[in-house]
């Protein structure tokens, strides 16, 4: 049986169903390419959040070490150095409970360095501020003065060692971030040439499916009659 021998009703609803398949095939290639892109956006948002946090730990140090410095040159400062020191920890900790949530591998062993490098510095740092407050009339200022410095003194070094290990942390994500954001484009434009390639496909073959229909389904047949 020819294809001329199908009513013009069947041959058009056969070109429609091949055109709809066409159309499926686009929406479905454009569906999981912009799937794609958006998983690379949030990657790429995920990773400016954690530069973010790491760059404000990283502040938040150099700001203890500040308050630091504070109460040990004036010991009368101790209440306010507590408290703005309290504050700032707090605001380390959490920093760096957010950034174990979407650390990779290698990021998850900076982190680890991290927080050992800390708690040697808040241990030194403890000490310094237990030396202030425990300054009195049975000290003399001089003496007060030399225990605050050596405190001081030892936790500098714990401080600048620490960091350096957040600025390890802050160099290797800002290359992950230049990494991912290479990738997402690279994932954008080859998405874009696969769904312009499927569409002019499509588009050509439905084009000579049309023609086909119309010459050997419907002119031919016609001028047979």
Not at 188 to 204: D, E, F, M, P
Not at 213 to 223: M, N, S, T, Y
Request: net charge neutral; proline share 1%.
């Amino acid at each position: 049986m020819g294809f001329g021998n199908f009513r013009i009703a069947t041959k058009i609803f056969f070109v429609i169903g091949v055109l709809a398949v066409v159309c499926g095939t686009i929406t479905v290639t454009a569906v999981v390419g912009f799937r794609q892109l958006n998983a690379a956006t949030d990657a790429v948002a995920m990773v400016a959040q954690e530069i973010r946090l790491s760059s404000r730990a990283n502040r938040l140090i150099a700001e203890l070490n500040r308050d630091e410095f504070s109460v040990a040159a004036d010991p009368s400062l101790y209440a306010e150095a507590a408290s703005s020191i309290a504050e700032r920890r707090a605001g380390v900790a959490d920093a760096l409970r957010d950034l174990r949530q979407t650390a990779d591998g290698n990021q998850t062993n900076l982190l680890d360095t991290i927080e050992a490098r800390l708690a040697a510095y808040t241990a030194g740092l403890d000490r310094t501020l237990e030396t202030a407050h425990t300054a009195d009339g049975t000290v003399t200022l001089s003496d007060t003065q030399k225990a605050l410095v050596d405190a001081v003194t030892a936790s500098r070094q714990q401080a600048r060692a620490l960091r350096e290990s957040i600025t390890a942390f802050v160099d290797y994500t800002e290359r992950r971030a230049a990494t991912i954001s290479a990738a997402a484009d690279e994932l954008a434009r080859s998405r874009t040439t696969l769904l312009v390639t499927v569409a002019a496909i499509g588009i050509l073959f439905g084009l000579a499916l049309g023609w086909v229909v119309a010459q050997k389904g419907v002119v031919q047949p016609i001028r047979a009659i």
